[in-house]
């Protein structure tokens, strides 16, 4: 049995992955990655900690909640940045800078 | 060491080296690849939590769906990017070393919370009931989603729907007149 303070620790490294990627990429799908990563970090804890909720099940049924959540988030996300490349012709966020148009 | 934890720390370093060769590799279709890899041994790390259905879960819907997705994102929109990426390739500028420091104070931030926390002698996980290895969670999943969590459910299907709706509107092809 693996100590749960172990999964956090991967989780939380997982996090910070996520974390480097959304603040230093140049590119709006590395950054949707990014932000899948620290999901998934998320989703890991709850997890890992609804391994000892037996009775409520809540650790695993809000597990499922956030995949689900995670994925209709992609779904949305994707669509804007088609929809921005189609206006800018990049989808580089350092160069999305006018509100106008 | 038992054959339980190498298997965990083996996919454990595998999730943690593929997460980082994705956010350090320049190429975008490989990195979009080994998001596959990354994907996959998380779904393995869920199953020594015993949560087999979550990690089924995590594979149908991140490799059937999202990353289905994203390939079709990266080939409608790139074009020029993938020469552009690869010329920057070796640079390292001032926004990777400022994301680098934060992003080592927040590791540093949350393992010394978590150790400090000492979260393996909380009294509701030593005291707890955890599941054992011949449960049944399936079942479980399926009567706490009927019952207990009926309402999260409903929300969820209702956000579900309306991220469909749109998404549909976002992406259709303006009528020009």
Redesign the interface.
């Known amino acids: 049995m693996i100590p749960l303070s172990h999964f956090m620790i991967i989780s939380a490294a997982l996090f910070c992955i996520g974390l480097f990627a959304v603040l230093t990429k140049r590119n709006a799908i590395q950054i949707l990655i990014g932000i899948e990563f620290m999901i998934n970090a998320a989703i890991l804890n709850f997890v890992a900690a609804g391994r000892f909720d037996r009775v409520a099940g809540g650790g695993q049924m809000f597990a499922l909640f956030a995949i689900v959540l995670a994925a209709a988030g992609v779904a949305v996300a994707l669509a804007i940045i088609l929809n921005v490349y189609k206006h800018f012709r990049t989808i580089n966020p350092d160069k999305i800078d006018t509100l106008k148009n | 060491m038992s054959a ?2 190498l298997a ?1 720390y083996f996919f ?1 370093s595998l ?2 080296i593929s ?2 060769l ?2 350090c590799m320049q190429n ?1 279709v490989r ?2 690849f080994l ?1 596959f890899v ?2 996959f041994s ?1 779904a393995a ?2 199953v ?4 087999d ?2 990690a089924v ?2 594979v149908v ?2 490799v059937g ?2 990353l289905v ?2 390939l ?3 080939m ?2 790139n074009k020029e ?1 993938l020469s552009g ?1 690869q010329n ?1 390739a070796g640079g390292f ?1 001032f ?2 070393l ?3 420091l ?3 104070g ?2 540093f931030l ?2 010394s919370a ?2 400090a926390a000492d ?2 002698n909380l009294s ?2 030593k005291n ?5 290895e011949n ?1 049944n ?1 399936i079942h ?2 399926g009567i ?2 009927m019952t ?2 009926l309402l ?2 409903e929300v ?1 299907s209702v ?2 729907m309306m ?2 709706i ?2 549909a509107h ?2 259709r092809r303006e009528r020009r007149s």
């Open positions: 339980e934890q965990f454990a999730t943690l997460a980082l994705v956010v975008l990195s979009i998001f990354t994907i998380l790390m869920f020594f939590a015993l949560a259905f979550i879960t995590e819907v991140y769906g999202v997705l994203m079709f994102a990266f409608l929109s990017l990426l920057i500028k926004t990777h400022a994301g680098l934060i992003c080592g927040m590791l949350l393992v978590i150790s979260v393996v509701w996980i707890g009931q955890a599941i054992s449960d969670t479980q999943i706490h989603t207990r969590y999260p459910f969820v956000f579900l991220a469909l749109g998404a976002l992406s």
